[in-house]
């Protein structure tokens, strides 16, 4: 039986070609583990009636091997490479996460327009519709945290002026948060063009 050659991290690297992005993730609980997301240059895929490859490597899960993500032109190449990482990393069953466990890896999901624009705006109302309930939920958090500590400084014996002082700026943001959301209207989402950059 013929042995497997073992690839070089120096030979994975060279089928991964230039590098355009990279992210280092952890993983919760395991304390120095570093998982390397790696995305090299989109290419032309040199296979007979290709179009488009965008190469990509995780390291630090499973088998460390350069994988390859297909396209009809390098941006539809390059974002199915991005979701074939995130897909792997959800796959490992692991809890890896970027800069806060809270939001894990931060790499988006992504809605095909291939589905149809009806889809893709039901979807978005409802990512809006969510983002809402959840920030709502925080702010109802935040102010039961306020009137705890509050009770925990009456009990203390607490001056009320000083007490009114301590959270003031905190009972403020809440305020003006809870009113931006109170204003939004369906779509808010949709980033808008801006003039800067534009000659007037």
């Given amino acids: 039986m013929k042995r497997r050659r073992r690839v070089s991290k120096n030979e994975r690297r060279s089928d991964l ?3 355009i992005a990279r992210r280092i993730l952890s993983e919760e609980g395991v304390a120095g583990r570093k998982i390397v997301v790696s995305i090299g240059l989109p290419r032309p895929d040199p296979r007979k009636g290709g179009d488009w490859e965008c190469p990509f490597l995780i390291e630090g899960v499973g088998k460390s091997e350069v994988q390859k993500a297909f396209g009809v032109d390098s941006l539809q190449a390059l974002m199915i490479a991005i979701q074939g990482i995130r897909v792997g990393l959800e796959q490992s069953g692991r809890n890896l996460f970027w800069l806060d466990s809270e939001i894990g890896a931060d790499i988006p999901l992504t809605v095909r327009t291939t589905w149809g624009k009806q889809l893709v705006d039901r979807v978005r109302l409802a990512i809006e519709r969510e983002t809402v309930r959840v920030w709502r939920a925080k702010i109802k958090t935040s102010r039961t945290n306020i009137y705890a500590e509050e009770a925990e400084l009456r009990r203390q014996r ?7 002082k301590v959270f003031a700026e905190r009972r403020t943001h809440l305020q003006r948060w809870e009113a931006e959301i109170d204003n939004l209207k369906p779509g808010w989402s949709i980033p808008r063009p801006t003039s800067e950059g534009r000659k007037h």
């Fill in 17 to 19: 070609g230039r590098v």
């Fill in 158 to 164: 607490t001056e009320p002026g000083k007490i009114a």
